[in-house]
C-alpha cells in the first residue's frame, strides 16, 4: 500500500548498512556565458552515515566554481540528511559537463563510490540573433595561394605607400628637411590606405574595424603624448579627457571597444558595422584637428607676426 512507502524508507535508514539515497538537481539547466548556475546533491542515509560530498573543482576549462561548497544538514536522530551546494559559471557555449566528482559512502572500513552521473547544462551564446544563427566559413588551408585579386590589392597598397613616403621625402627636401610631419596628413593617408586595402570585399570586416581604430588612435597618440600605446582603452580615454581632449571622450571609446570587441572576444561585424566605425574615427580625428588649428590660430593671433607657429 502506499502509505507503507515511507515505513519501509525510515526502516532502511534504521540499518547502518541499507545503501544511501541521494538526488542531484541542476538549476537552471540553460544559461548563457557568464551566468552562474547551481548544482545541488541531497544524501539521505541511516543516522551516523559517514558521507564526502566531492570537492569544489579546481577547473579553469568551460565550466569553472566560483563559490566554496556550502552544506544544508536537515538530519535528525534518525536519518541523515544533508544537501551540498555549489556554484558554477560557464565560458563557452554548447552543452557542456559539469566537473564534479562522486560522493564517497565509508562504512565498516570500505569506502563505496555514489555516482552523480552525467552532469551537463546547455550554454547559450550572448550574441545579438542576428549574428547567431550565421554559419561560419570554411576553415583556409594555410598555404592556399592569395586570389588574383588580392595581388591586385596588395600591389596596390604597396604602390600607395612608396607614393605617401616619396611625398613626405619631397616636402622634406623642399622644406630643407625642417618641417615637422603632419600628423592629420598621415592619418588622412592612413584611412585612404585602409579604403585601398578594401578589406570587407574580401571577406575581413573585422580587420578594417581594427585598421580603422589604430589610424584614429595613432593620430591621437601625436596629439596628446601622454595617451600612449602602453594603455588599455578605458585608460587611454581617461588620459585623454584629462589633457583637454576638445571632444567627448564617448566618442573616442564607441571607435576602440568595437575594435577591442573583435580583438579580444571575436566579435562579428558586417559590412554596415566598418561603415559606422570608419566614419566615426574620421570624424574623430577630423573635430580634433578643428579644435587643435583653432588653438593654434588664436595663440598665433596673440603672440603677433613674430610669434607665428609652424603646424604639427
Known amino acids: 500500500m502506499p502509505w507503507l512507502a515511507p515505513v519501509a524508507l525510515l526502516l532502511a535508514f534504521q540499518d547502518p548498512t541499507a545503501r544511501p539515497v541521494m538526488g542531484v538537481e541542476v538549476q537552471p539547466q540553460t544559461v548563457a556565458v557568464g551566468e552562474p548556475f547551481t548544482v545541488r546533491v541531497r544524501v539521505r542515509a541511516a543516522a551516523g552515515a559517514v558521507i564526502r560530498f566531492p570537492a569544489v573543482p579546481d577547473s579553469a576549462g568551460s565550466v569553472e566554481a ?109 622644406t630643407g628637411g625642417t618641417a615637422p610631419v603632419d600628423a592629420f596628413a598621415d592619418a588622412q593617408a592612413g584611412f585612404a590606405a585602409v579604403d585601398a586595402l578594401q578589406l570587407v570585399e574580401a571577406g575581413e570586416p573585422g580587420r578594417a574595424v581594427l585598421a580603422y ?67 566615426a574615427a574620421r570624424g574623430v580625428v577630423r573635430d580634433v584637428q578643428v579644435a587643435y588649428e583653432a588653438r593654434l590660430a588664436a595663440a598665433d593671433k596673440g603672440k603677433g607676426p613674430r610669434g607665428r607657429r609652424r603646424k604639427a
Open 66 to 174: 566560483v563559490d566554496p561548497r556550502a552544506i544544508e544538514d536537515r538530519s535528525t536522530s534518525t536519518v541523515f540528511d544533508q544537501t551540498a551546494t555549489y556554484r558554477f559559471i560557464a565560458w563557452e557555449p554548447g552543452r557542456r559537463d559539469v566537473p564534479l566528482g562522486s560522493v564517497r559512502w565509508e562504512h565498516a572500513r570500505t569506502t563505496d563510490t555514489l555516482s552523480l552521473g552525467r552532469l551537463r547544462v546547455e550554454v547559450t551564446s550572448q550574441l545579438p540573433a542576428d549574428t547567431a544563427e550565421q554559419v561560419p566559413r570554411a576553415a583556409r588551408a594555410p598555404f592556399d595561394p592569395l586570389p588574383a585579386w588580392w595581388r591586385w590589392a596588395l600591389g596596390a597598397a604597396g604602390l600607395l605607400a612608396i607614393a605617401l613616403m616619396s611625398w613626405r621625402a619631397w616636402r622634406k627636401r623642399r
Open 213 to 279: 581604430a589604430e589610424v584614429m588612435r595613432a593620430y591621437l597618440t601625436r596629439r596628446f603624448p601622454m595617451a600612449s600605446d602602453g594603455l588599455i582603452t578605458p585608460e587611454y580615454v581617461k588620459a585623454l579627457a584629462d589633457n583637454a581632449l576638445p571632444i567627448l571622450p564617448e566618442e573616442v571609446a564607441e571607435v576602440l571597444d568595437a575594435a577591442d570587441a573583435v580583438k579580444f572576444a571575436g566579435a562579428t561585424v558586417d559590412a554596415e558595422r566598418v561603415t559606422r566605425v570608419a566614419r
